[in-house]
């Protein structure tokens, strides 16, 4: 399965980003997309992720200003940040999960400032 991410970039504090992660490959089986980031100097977290029955999962760090949405027909994830704060200043990684497997994208960088 081969990820790529888009739609990183620079936004002032208050700010909106939309990202988006594309899946090719041997997409059968997922059972999962989603984001993690890692900010540095800190560990990796989950950000958000959905299922293929479009259940969903937030960090309490981005619940009420993030938005996880797919569209299973393009094989694409998408993620709408809004209200963004420089704390959300990270690298973001899309992931796709099999039942037996985990597969990441190069990430894409999101830079908030204040």
């Known amino acids: 399965v081969d990820l790529v991410e888009s739609g990183g970039g620079l936004v002032q504090a208050g700010g909106s980003l939309r990202l988006s992660c594309v899946a090719s490959?041997?997409?059968?089986?997922?059972?999962?997309m989603g984001w993690y980031r890692q900010a540095p100097g800190k560990q990796h977290e989950l950000v958000a992720s959905?299922?293929?029955?479009?259940?969903?999962n937030y960090a309490d760090s981005v619940k009420g200003r993030f938005t996880i949405s797919r569209d299973n027909a393009k094989n694409t994830v998408y993620l709408q940040m809004n209200s963004l704060k420089p704390e959300d200043t990270a690298v973001y990684y899309c992931?796709?999960?099999?039942?037996?497997?985990?597969?990441w994208g190069q990430g894409t960088q999101v830079t908030v400032s204040s």
């Open positions: 490959g041997s997409i059968f089986s997922i059972k999962a």
């Open positions: 959905i299922t293929t029955s479009g259940n969903t």
């Open positions: 992931h796709a999960a099999k039942s037996w497997f985990v597969y």
